[in-house]
């Protein structure tokens, strides 16, 4: 939620790192949908780290595997207040292409 001002306020370059990470959510996030939901895609639940952590974790209330639909929304985002398709095609698109396919939306 930190990362919610930093296009409004002018701070792009604050949202590096969140995709940084969620970049590197992917990888694990594809182990964990196709084990837990038999999904394509990727899949973050509420509890993740830099190690890549992606399962649910802390009891039944830890089953909420929008992670990735929810970081997805950063890059699209950053894409609208920059106009930078090369960011759009090259990184933001993957993901949000990703987490969508978890949910069953892309083919």
């Known amino acids: 939620m930190n990362y919610w001002p930093a296009e409004i306020t002018n701070l792009s370059e604050l949202h590096l790192p969140l995709f940084d990470l969620t970049d590197a959510?992917?990888?694990p996030g594809e182990l964990t949908a196709k084990t837990l939901y038999g999904a394509r895609?990727?899949?973050?639940h509420h509890l993740t780290d830099e190690w890549g952590y992606t399962a649910p974790a802390d009891g039944p209330q830890?089953?909420?595997p929008m992670g990735s639909a929810w970081l997805s929304q950063?890059?699209?985002e950053h894409y609208c207040y920059t106009g930078d398709k090369i960011f759009l095609k090259d990184r933001a698109y993957p993901l949000m292409k990703g987490a969508a396919c978890h949910y069953g939306f892309s083919g």
């Open 25 to 27: 959510l992917v990888k």
């Open 41 to 44: 895609g990727w899949v973050v």
């Open 62 to 64: 830890g089953i909420w």
């Open 74 to 76: 950063h890059p699209w």
